[in-house]
């Protein structure tokens, strides 16, 4: 049992990225598109999405291949099909900032950040050699 999770994990690689100064909405808009793609895709669709969420998930996305490789020195991308097996955006820190309303009130302007965790599974099952 031990050595089949030891031989799942090295197929799997992870990156983190913590209080990211966008709303948890915006950037959950970017990462369902990339959910489930291969990494080429996946790096495609995100290098022409024209919204600023993208750019941060390319950078991620981009950090993940690379812990992979660090993870499998004797492996290659192109062999091992590499696709994004997993992304989750969770709510980070708020900070609350105040903005002056007409009759002397405040109106709370709420000021979101994110955590994003991004995990690579490598699909070395081709049925292709048949």
Do not use: Y
């Not at 499998?72 to 969770?90: H, T």
């Not at 599974?121 to 292709?128: C, F, I, K, L, V």
């Amino acid at each position: 049992m031990a050595e089949r999770i030891k031989a799942e994990k090295k197929e799997m690689a992870f990156a983190k990225l913590n209080n990211c100064p966008t709303s948890p909405r915006k950037m959950r808009l970017v990462a369902d598109l990339v959910r489930g793609k291969n990494v080429e895709m996946a790096l495609a669709i995100l290098r022409f999405n024209p919204k600023e969420a993208s750019r941060k998930l390319e950078k991620l996305l981009l950090s993940a291949i690379a812990n992979w490789e660090a993870k499998n020195e004797d492996a290659s991308i192109e062999d091992a099909d590499l696709f994004v097996k997993e992304i989750r955006v969770d709510s980070g820190t708020m900070l609350k900032r105040l903005r002056p309303a007409p009759q002397g009130r405040a109106h709370r302007i709420r000021k979101r950040s994110n955590h994003v965790t991004m995990i690579l599974g490598a699909n070395n099952n081709t049925e292709a050699t048949a």
